[in-house]
């Protein structure tokens, strides 16, 4: 998935431990075939590839995580979109090579594909229609949280009572440290990624964090998120990081992009409307920004 999974588990001996790490890490990789762009033969590029043309029988399983990230889409008003694989290298490349920025009007050319409505669902056939020919569809921002949740739901089913599933900060924790003590995590200071600004218990809980710290470009002395605005295919700007607190490590991962694109006041205003989600968002200044019921120590 192009991220790094690191996964923590208390067992009574190694051997067991690691019983059930691989079966973690199969879970993972099990998903990664089933949503990975990179593999021609997977059900997404399937989909990708009729846009247009017809509706594809995908598994149940896809079906229903589609399905899903079209009510994200719904209630982040399109700031998620899982259809904005349109936008292609072509026009974002976050490495070295990119030395200006896209035009606008280049960019609004290519956001016109990006609609989460011309995703045509069809429950009882478990179909998927990308209406417009050129179309594409991508689950990375939603994708390794997916994964991590299910890591962990085979863990639970094995009697796994305790233990982290880590996907590059996207991170689900349950149960208890071996002594006794609930999980904490460090919430990362964006300034210096590998400090932390303040911690948090995180025991029965899932954290999600998009930051423009980790993946960026510097063209003309500005920072450049890789975060894209769906609506006009650039990058936002004036938001370092955010952190969303959830039950569920999926949607913890989905809704962080989303209210990174909607901005600080919208975006708050929609977290304290759903119940068990909480927030952390950090502007360009270091000003921090709190959900309703947040108390940062």
Same mark, same amino acid.
């Given at each position: ?19 059930? +790490? ?13 949503? %990975? ?28 995580? +589609?399905?899903?990230?079209?009510? &994200? ?24 090579? #990119? ?35 050129? #179309? ?13 949740? #299910? ?10 009572? %305790? ?8 991170? %689900? ?71 969303? &607190? ?52």
């Amino acid at each position: 998935m192009g991220n790094s999974f690191t996964i923590t588990v208390v067992a009574e001996n190694q051997k067991k431990g690691n019983e059930n +790490i691989n079966l973690a890490i199969e879970e993972i990789s099990r998903i990664e075939r089933l949503l %990975s762009t990179y593999k021609e033969d997977s059900q997404t590029n399937l989909i990708n590839e009729n846009a247009g043309i017809r509706p594809v029988k995908v598994d149940l399983e896809i079906f229903s995580l +589609i399905e899903r990230s079209i009510g &994200i889409s719904r209630i982040t008003q399109g700031a998620f979109d899982i259809s904005y694989g349109s936008i292609d290298k072509s026009l974002w490349n976050f490495d070295k090579s #990119m030395t200006k920025l896209p035009d606008a009007q280049t960019a609004q050319k290519m956001v016109h594909l990006i609609d989460y409505r011309n995703i045509i669902l069809d429950r009882e056939n478990t179909t998927v229609f990308l209406k417009e020919k050129g #179309m594409r569809i991508g689950f990375g921002g939603i994708g390794k949280g997916y994964a991590a949740e #299910m890591a962990k739901q085979v863990l639970l089913q094995r009697g796994v009572q %305790s233990g982290i599933i880590n996907a590059s900060g996207d991170l %689900s924790a349950w149960g208890l440290q071996p002594d006794g003590r609930k999980w904490t995590i460090g919430v990362a200071d964006p300034d210096s990624p590998n400090a932390a600004f303040s911690y948090m218990e995180i025991s029965g809980k899932a954290v999600a964090t998009s930051g423009n710290y980790e993946k960026y470009i510097t063209i003309d002395g500005k920072k450049y998120s890789h975060t894209i605005d769906p609506k006009t295919g650039l990058p936002i700007t004036g938001i370092k990081s955010v952190t969303i &607190i959830a039950s569920n490590v999926e949607f913890a991962d989905a809704m962080a992009t989303p209210i990174a694109v909607m901005g600080i006041k919208a975006g708050l205003f929609l977290i304290d409307q759903i119940p068990d989600l909480y927030c952390i968002i950090i502007d360009d200044s270091n000003k921090i920004y709190t959900s309703k019921n947040i108390n940062l120590t």
